[in-house]
């Protein structure tokens, strides 16, 4: 029987840093068990973190807040802002630009996050020049 055609078991202990800047433990994805349609994995982001700003073109994500309270800019020109707490369900749809933080000086957050992308890192498509126009716009993240 090989691998495609059987349940697989991941005990998350290896971590790889992505594209954008965080480090992510290794669960679900077609690098660790061949997965076709889904990536899925678990993020902490320490206190006073952020993502780097970015967007997964062709596939959606879906994230749940397991512990903490994590923010995030995000929209065309990263206008638009929302806080999660623990418990919160947020969708991402396709293409859509994302910036998200920790804005926590003292505590980690840590959310469980699965996309349509079956490959950890191919979809991420960094946006250097949002970034920069949050910065002059002097918004907080």
């Not at 660790?32 to 006073?48: E, K, N, R, W």
Request: charged share 25%; hydrophobic share 35%.
């Amino acid at each position: 029987m090989d691998k495609k055609s059987t349940c697989r078991l991941i005990r998350s202990s290896r971590t790889y840093h992505g594209k954008q800047g965080l480090d992510y433990a290794e669960a679900i994805s077609k690098e660790s068990v061949d997965a076709q349609g889904i990536c899925m994995h678990l993020l902490t982001i320490p206190p006073g973190i952020r993502a780097k700003a970015h967007l997964h073109q062709d596939h959606e994500t879906a994230i749940y807040m397991l512990q903490g309270k994590s923010a995030m800019w995000y929209g065309e020109q990263l206008e638009l802002h929302m806080e999660l707490d623990t418990g919160d369900f947020l969708y991402i749809p396709a293409g859509m630009p994302h910036l998200p933080y920790n804005p926590s000086e003292t505590e980690s957050c840590t959310a469980l996050i699965a996309r349509t992308d079956p490959n950890e890192q191919e979809s991420v498509l960094l946006l250097p020049e949002l970034e920069a126009a949050l910065q002059k716009k002097g918004k907080d993240y």
